[in-house]
């Protein structure tokens, strides 16, 4: 964020001075390589192996009451997260050129983004929105 | 008219699989989130509301691009981390496209009769 717009070689340099990129090119790979097992996994027990019209409430109760799934489907819903939103993120930098919208576009993505993997994560850990209103309210208060 | 070679038509799916798989993962959280609600929640209205066919169909086009983007994205760990990936990236891209194929013709066995009522 050190040059707003860079013009020349040297100035876009300057703006990344951190190795940041480097590791989400890195981080992509490894998610990657992970996601292929999880997501295949994951399509097989839920699509093929059952009918998916079948999946209701019940079904879904059902997995997530089991411990092997919440662990299986949180490394899912964390890798699939970042891998999907550093995905988007690259396309907004590749073509939102104007670089109002560009941020915008980008709060935006991490605003729906971080929203819905705390949901994601609220689901597998078995709270409802029933018992996470009263856990809030059971909090001592003053603290 | 320019029409690109394998490289530029593999970079081009695997952005718009990507960009679909990514929007797609979004709307599967937020659903499968509105178990939250207990079983006389909204859930399965509107999971009753995604089995029908059009649904359906776009589920099959989910699961094309995953496995386009998985072997695709096998294709470029392969270019980025070996000497010869380079070149051999457009015979592994022919590679990609066989192999999502073969991958997709079973589950189309299995999934097409019960999109039209059969299984």
Known sequence: ?143 | MYRGREGQWAFILHRVSGIALALYLLLHVLDISLVMYGPDGPFNAFLAFYHQWPFRIGLVAVMAGVVYHAFNGLRIIIMDFTEWGVKYQAVMWYGVLALTTIIGIPVLVKVIPEIVGRA
């Open chain 1, 1 to 143: 964020m050190a040059v707003a717009r860079p013009k020349t070689l040297r100035q876009a340099r300057s703006s990344y001075a951190t190795n940041g990129e480097l590791a989400w090119w890195i981080f992509m790979r490894l998610s990657g390589l992970a996601l292929i097992f999880l997501v295949f996994g994951h399509i097989f027990m839920n699509n093929i192996q059952i009918n998916v019209a079948n999946v209701d409430y019940a079904y879904v109760a059902n997995r997530f009451s089991k411990g092997w799934v919440k662990v299986y489907d949180s490394f899912l819903l964390g890798f699939a997260m970042l891998h999907g939103v550093n995905g988007l993120r690259y396309s907004v930098e590749d073509y939102f050129k104007n670089p109002k919208r560009r941020f915008w576009a980008k709060l935006i993505l991490f605003s729906v983004a971080i929203i819905l993997f705390v949901m994601g994560v609220m689901t597998l850990w078995a709270f409802t929105f029933e018992e996470m209103g009263n856990a809030i309210d059971a909090l001592p208060h003053g603290n």
